[in-house]
């Protein structure tokens, strides 16, 4: 193992750096062995097959392209869970958790309706339906292959999550909701200008649908979700985003108008305003 080790060390230098060099590096064996981290360490030096090799050599290939792993891999971990990854569905980030983990810690009472809309992978909804006690959690999204990934990975998990298909947007199909207590989104927020910013693994891999706002209307999924809420939550209920960092106070400014209270703006571990709660009373 100790010589892979080193070729995929070498192959990528460069391009990633030395911390996430390592991190793919388990990545990878963690794939092609089952090893967990203590194994991983305790392996290295034993002899890979020819087929090991081979399947290495096309990994990191593809990661010399940029491509995302959890896409190589197909899998990709998010709060401690298992979860299929695709293309054309967004890569679950770590900000996301600390949304996740918010919801969590404010929410432990019992019978709570629960909606994810955009749910792309599941793993907000899914995550939440295994943390919070006997809530029911429906999700939904646009997208045919994100509605496919997303019962996948529910049934991965066995979690009890029903994912359906509507556009929030136009509201498309009709759809029954039933009165919720929380309503939870991380939808497109990212504006075309700041596509500069990006790597080319965004960029080149991951879907734009899911990401990509126009520049003149990047408060759009926020206002049409706060409408929906308004109409669709229990009083009192609450509704979560994730948010772009440089729209925070438009943000809480529209959701004040449209009659919430009690907002909140929080900041994530990398200190950017990246998520709101709002409450309706």
Known sequence: MKAGIASIRKELAGIYSKGEIESLVFL??????????????????????????????????????????QYILGETEFYGLPFYTVPEVLIPRP?????????????????LAILDIGT????????LGKNIPNS?????????????TARRNAKLNSADVTVIEFDILSNIPEYRFPQLNIIVSN???????????????????????????????????????????????????????????AFGNECSE???QKGFVGIDLKKDINGKNRMIRAALL
């Open 120 to 127: 792309g992978t599941g793993c907000i909804a899914i995550s």
């Open 28 to 69: 990878i064996f963690e794939k092609l062995k089952g090893y967990s981290r203590t194994q991983f360490l305790l392996a290295k030096d034993e002899l890979l097959t020819k087929d090991e090799l081979l399947e290495i050599g096309k990994i990191v290939a593809r990661l010399k392209n940029h491509e995302p792993i």
């Open 187 to 245: 939808p497109p927020y990212i504006r075309k200008a700041e596509k500069t910013l990006m790597g080319k693994n965004v960029l080149d891999f991951e879907p734009k649908i899911a990401l990509f706002v126009e520049d003149d209307n990047p408060l759009i999924f926020y206002e049409r979700i706060a409408d929906f809420a308004l109409i669709h939550l229990k009083k009192p209920g609450c509704l979560y985003f994730e948010i772009n960092e």
């Open 95 to 111: 900000e996301t958790e600390e949304l996740v983990q918010w919801i969590i810690q404010e929410n432990q009472q019992l019978n």
């Open 254 to 256: 529209m959701l004040r």
């Open 136 to 148: 029911t959690v429906l999700a939904c999204d646009v997208s045919p292959v994100c509605i496919e």
